[in-house]
């Protein structure tokens, strides 16, 4: 794929190429062959907004490029790159959405605005945007209770094996310590400068007792965005409601007194669904609020053992929901659930599933007939169990991986599984050690904590055309600031081999210095690092990386004559940010 791309890449760019461009290898590049106004030179053209994306660009805004005013003076590599990386400064693929670096919160977390290391963190990592009140939670979430549901609420719902068990609900007032109240929440948005996305409970209208369970949930959902009063613009209804596993999947009709059936289907959800965002859209003219309601679709084929409610979701969603929908919503946790992946088998889920899924939606809009809209894929991570995997090195580079890939398939939103979680012998997929990991302290970040942090603050507002060529294990993700101006590159090696990194800038003169962090694992737990290194700067503990002043770590930085060249470690990410030059 790397070779293709590199040879569709060269065999474009060349042809059109005026005769006054300087040569292939020149890393000054541009049209003006190194002349004084860089007008002539950079000169990016953004293209149409892609649907997918849509309205999730109303909030972009241009990047402004600092230059360091201090750095660790290095010299670069020497010898011949073994890598070459190309890339075209004025072919914009796509502005970059502000709400992909998302991530999750959950009602467990406890208060969270009580946890002044863990808001700090929450504000570096300055995700944009923040989903609530965590997953299935949401399926027995009463936001305006404090501590016992409603009375149409049964006691007992029907668990993935089809048993009734004690229905457990949440409740959005509850103040206590342990868990997360919704005004606390809106407190937290506040205070890490983020906004949210809030999923509503439908599920109760299903197994709601009263004679009108639909019109009840989505009135409970309409008061909801009456008490938010604008806070919140974008909402889902219902969280993965096809899934057996959910509170919504399967009912008793002995109870239900609106005719509905035991199992749940694509068709009824989108029923249900435009009774809700009615409801809902009067609520926020009420109000004098915008809001953009999401509705769940699946992102991959049925495979022959998943259930007739999968088979049929898509098809019963586009049909009945399709055009009433704002942007619609997908998941997906990449490897298979609870394999002992390898590092390399977690890499390549991350290079494949984006497209994957962006191809099968777009042909899904295609065959029902359906306009396509924003995409958010508001829950993301690994299943990986058994060797640490979602705690490590290699999670972060995945998530690394990720986030280029998501750009680049022109997603609007998404938003990685989650904030905190439990620690489960390294099987826990929280940014944040919630406080149960042995060794570590409360609230420390975990390696893929650093390589998001970078990413969002390192990587432009807009992603430009890159190829590589010399090697198939390193990938390339390249933008531009649109002030300053500057490129931004994440450089990333999957294999187990270092490499010398060439990177060559066309229509674009670079200044005489660039700058860059590299990410590497340690050599603790195997291919699986708990640690992250951050030019060298480490964790003190077990786990982790430099937490306590990851913030004045100095970029390296080296001159650029004769070549921008770096060194890219085996499996590490370099973030190379190259100024342009003035004058």
Known sequence: MIWFTYIVFSVLYFSCK????PAPGNNTGGGSNGGSSLDTVYQPVDPPVAATIGWFLNSWQPKTYVIPAQYRDTVAPAGNATVTVQVDMNQVITKVSPYLFGNNANTWMGQMVTEPALLQYITDLAPHIIRGPGGSISDVYFWNQSSAPPADAPDSLYDGSGHKVAAGYWYGMNTQSWTLSIDHYYQMLQQTHNEGILTVNYAYARYGTGPYPVQTAAHLAADWVRYDHGRTRFWEIGNESNGTWEASYQIDPATNQDGQPAIITGQLYGQHFKIFADSMRAAARET??????????????????????DKNWNAGVLSEAGNSADFFIVHDYFTPYQKNSTAAEIIDSGLSVPGRIMRYLNQQFSQYGVTPKPVALTEWNIFATGSMQMVSNIAGLEATIVLGELIKNQFGEASRWDLANGWDNGNDM?????????GAPKWNPRPAFYYMMLFQRYFGDRMVASAVQGSSDVLCYASSFTQGPAAGLVLINTGNTPQTVQILLNHFAPANRYYWFTCTGGNDNGEFSRKVYINGYGPAGVSGGPAANYNQILPYSATASPHIQVMLPARAVVFLQIPARHG
């Open 18 to 21: 005026k005769s006054s461009s």
């Open 288 to 309: 004098g609020a915008t809001i953009y309601i999401g509705a769940q679709l699946l992102d991959a084929p049925p495979a022959s053992w998943q259930t007739e409610t």
């Open 430 to 438: 929280g940014l944040f050690n919630i406080g149960d990991e042995p």
